[in-house]
């Protein structure tokens, strides 16, 4: 009998709940509308096409289909793993991704503070258009800009070093010029563009702080450290987050641009590997399960960056 | 909280503007995509007007690479529509990366009714699609069409899956290969075209440390090169060393060509011209263009590769320099006293017909019907020369070019779609006033009396076909770093066995097993 009641009551419960949810349902039907087309546009283009990675457990022959192919399981991923290349690939994509969130993430931050600083408005926004500029350049034009002041038959820095004296250095071909070249494109092309956010941010500050700071003696540098850089730091932080789950993004056209013989032991990525296994070479299958575990190391190193963001008593992305 | 607001309101605005353009890059694709469907309406326009005739025209897709950088005029489309009774699209795509969109057209079963392959590499990736007979075999047809009849057979074994064929080759001279030099600077130095190595090293050596412009400053260097093994200097001067193509035989087994000592003799070749200084520094980075202007704008003197080129070289060199003089040259002999050049296996593309795409025998026939009269002199000419009296003329029997850079613009693009070669079309041969292009034609026959050709085209590895491609980037990779110092002996044998290992072995295997 008693458990009987005990159930009805879950049930009438449960009921409950529902309706209730119907209620609020309704209640902001024209909200629910407004969010529509953007839930949409992710199921149709970012979760429908996930239904493709089956084809990484399959011997995917396009004129099969998904539903024909024959299902091999996890055969791919065994020969990802066990293949020689793959600890390579995966420390590059780690220490291009570590480069990246260490030397390129603070730039911005840095340059939006300086750029804060500039009292001369005119001045001010003639740098942050100059500054915005490269970030509209391909980076194959920030490439073959590089490329030719660095080549060593007539690149502008070689002969610089050489007519005083220096010998000239093999920046193209040479592996350990690979990383300091690509972070520095990075920062070349994105650092400016990086400093719009940052510098909405700082617009937000109560300029009564500064005032306050300014009576109780505070320098600029005093200004900067106690009232500007606290009150972005929700906003670094959900960059960082967001940053971290780009984190496999590095840029496979800038990456691909730079790839060469010399320097494959240290530029070879994700996505080059994808690109070259998958559509150069037509091993779909082999590449799907390629990405796939590369999305999945991204989506890992979200969660933990959100938890560690909540650990530190900040808002997370969810 | 306003501030708070303000920020809100910017950041929504800043992902409006990102959204804006998204939508302004899918505008523009699909911009692209009304104009095929324009073309379309246009083309049901045309065939509505014409359906009361009965010959209306038939039409279909081509896709075929695109080797200028623009997209030709439809003027010599029109041509060969008209004559071939036809409406053709053509899907042009970049050579650079016709690899991806012919695998993504593939997986995505997208493929149009007729589809050039590129080159032979490509061609065995589709090995497996086609003997699961996703392509149409062409044995049965090719004896209805009287031109089609004319390819010639030991071209067509070349390209044959399990003896059977699928595939219309596009003929090309079966060897290119020589180079091109500087002949006043030669002349300046008192020195000959090179016979031997040794010369060669000679005459890369002189033109980097003597002067050879004369002009006092050592602003000159010998060979210019770029990051291609094959289609740039190395595999030509590893024929000089009596490298075999690709595969060699060795102690009866068939092995590949980097476990030669020739191919070895070739790296240190290599490597002592990039230790002098007598080839660009940084030639494994090198682009075409960039190799090309090094040629053209006086910083090098000799240039290896197709012999042909001589003249769109000429032709960009003499606006820098008008004193500039070129010359060709193709025998050079390597160590061991004799002369050799690697060969393409008889064709230079392939097009192959879906299943998927090409629904009906009939279709299939219209389309061999089409190039059937493409393979005819009348429309071979236009493809391949352009329109009479504007891009060409008729002299002695030979096509004249009359002017080069309108014919590469509105011509040349179409010579992707030939079929077959002059000797079986009829089509018209070349007519040089520029002597060493002349020259060059008679070099390439000449080639034909010293090729060395490659063993395994008629052969099958599945290995090969699967990872052939990923293996070899280990050995590419390895030449390279070691002719620039960064890899030593050891290293690359490593590297040959690293190949063996990861599946060379197998592939080793196979091939001597299906011979």
Redesign the interface.
């Known amino acids: 009998m008693g458990t009987s009641t005990v159930i009805q009551d879950k049930n009438t419960l449960k009921k409950k709940r529902k309706s209730e949810t119907w209620k609020k349902l309704r209640k902001n039907k024209y909200l629910y509308l407004m969010i529509a087309p953007g839930l949409i546009y992710f199921l149709i283009y970012k979760y429908l096409p996930m239904y493709g990675l089956i084809i990484s457990f399959q011997d995917y022959?396009?004129?099969q289909g998904i539903m024909g192919s024959e299902w091999v399981g996890f055969e791919h991923f065994q020969r990802l793993f066990t293949s020689?290349e793959f600890w390579m690939i995966f420390k590059n994509t780690l220490v291009l991704f570590a480069l990246q969130l260490l030397i390129y993430f603070p730039v911005p931050i840095i340059l939006s503070l300086m750029l804060n600083e500039v009292r001369h408005s005119l001045f001010k926004r003639g740098i942050q258009t100059i500054v915005y500029i490269p970030h509209f350049m391909s980076w194959v034009v920030i490439v073959s800009i590089s490329?030719v002041m660095l080549?060593?038959?007539?690149g502008i820095i070689n002969e610089i070093l050489d007519s005083i004296g220096l010998s000239k250095i093999?920046f193209?071909?040479?592996e350990d010029w690979f990383r300091p070249m690509y972070i520095l494109q990075v920062i070349w092309r994105e650092a400016g563009w990086g400093t719009?956010?940052f510098l909405?941010?700082i617009?937000?500050?109560?300029p009564q702080l500064y005032e306050a700071a300014r009576m109780d003696g505070a320098g600029r540098f005093r200004q900067m450290w106690h009232i500007t850089l606290p009150a972005i730091r929700n906003v670094i932080i959900i960059l960082l987050i967001l940053k971290i789950g780009d984190v496999l993004e590095l840029g496979f056209e800038h990456v691909y641009l730079l790839l060469?013989?010399?320097n494959?032991n240290v530029a070879e990525i994700f996505d080059t590997y994808v690109?070259?296994?998958?559509?150069?070479?037509?091993?779909?299958s082999y590449s799907t399960a390629v990405g796939f575990f590369k999305g999945g190391v991204g989506l890992v190193l979200v969660v933990f960056a959100n938890w560690l963001a909540k650990k530190f008593n900040e808002e997370g992305i969810y | 909280m306003s501030n708070m607001k303000r920020f809100l309101a910017l950041i929504i605005m800043i992902l409006f503007a990102i959204v804006l353009t998204a939508c302004g890059d899918s505008s523009e694709e699909s911009g692209g995509g009304d104009n095929t469907s324009n073309n379309d309406t246009e083309e049901n326009a045309n065939s509505d007007e014409e359906s009361d005739e009965s010959d209306e025209a038939y039409s279909f897709t081509i896709m075929a690479n695109l080797h200028t950088p623009e997209v030709p005029d439809e003027k010599v489309l029109n041509k060969i529509e008209e004559a071939t009774n036809t409406d053709v699209e053509i899907q042009w795509v970049p050579d650079n990366n016709y690899e991806d969109r012919l695998n993504t057209a593939f997986a995505t079963s997208s493929l149009p009714q007729a589809v050039f392959m590129k080159n032979q590499t490509t061609f065995l990736q589709f090995r497996e699609a086609i003997e699961d007979e996703q392509f149409w075999e062409l044995d049965d047809y090719l004896d209805e069409f009287e031109n089609l009849k004319k390819l010639k057979e030991n071209v067509q074994d070349n390209t044959r899956v399990n003896g059977k064929l699928y595939t219309l080759y596009q003929g090309r001279p079966l060897s290119r290969q020589g180079i091109i030099y500087r002949k006043d600077w030669a002349d300046n130095l008192g020195l000959a075209a090179p016979t031997t190595t040794d010369e060669f090293m000679e005459m890369a050596r002189a033109f980097t440390e003597d002067d050879p412009d004369g002009n006092g400053k050592d602003d000159t260097f010998g060979v210019t090169d770029r990051s291609d093994l094959v289609y740039g200097a190395f595999k030509t001067v590893a024929s000089w060393f009596g490298t075999p193509n690709e595969w060699g035989e060795k102690d009866g087994q068939l092995l590949p060509e980097f476990m030669f000592d020739e191919y070895k003799q070739t790296m240190d070749f290599f490597k002592e011209m990039h230790e002098n200084g007598y080839i660009n520094q940084d030639f494994p980075v090198t682009s075409k263009t960039d190799q090309q202007e090094f040629f053209k704008n006086g910083s090098a003197g000799i240039y290896v590769g197709s012999m042909g080129d001589v003249i769109s070289l000429y032709n960009d060199a003499v606006a820098i320099n008008p004193e500039v003089e070129f010359d060709v040259h193709n025998q050079v002999k390597g160590p061991h006293g004799e002369f050799g050049i690697w060969a393409i296996p008889g064709f230079g593309n392939l097009v192959m017909f879906p299943k998927s795409s090409v629904e009906t025998e009939d279709d299939l026939r219209k389309i061999l019907a089409f190039f059937d009269k493409m393979m005819t002199p009348e429309v071979a000419n236009t493809a391949y020369w352009g329109i009479e009296g504007e891009h060409y003329e008729v002299v002695d029997g030979f096509a004249k070019v009359l002017d080069s850079e309108v014919s590469e613009r509105e011509v040349k693009p179409y010579q992707a779609i030939e079929i077959g070669e002059a000797e079986t079309s009829g089509r018209y041969e070349g007519y040089f006033e520029y002597e060493p292009k002349a020259k060059s034609e008679e070099l390439f026959k000449d080639n034909e009396n010293y090729l060395i050709e490659n063993p395994t085209v008629p052969l099958y590895s599945e290995t090969f076909v699967q990872d052939g491609a990923r293996l070899q980037q280990i050995i590419t990779d390895a030449t390279y770093n070691y002719i620039i110092g960064q890899l030593d002996e050891a290293g690359f044998e490593a590297a040959v066995e690293n190949w063996q290992s990861q599946g060379g072995d197998k592939i080793i295997e196979e091939f001597n097993a299906s011979e």
Do not use: E, M, W
Not at chain 1, 151 to 154: A, H, K, R
């Open positions: 022959k396009p004129y020689p490329y080549t060593l038959d007539g093999n193209l071909l040479n719009i956010i909405a941010a617009t937000a500050v109560d060469n013989s010399s494959r690109y070259v296994a998958g559509l150069q070479q037509g091993q779909f």
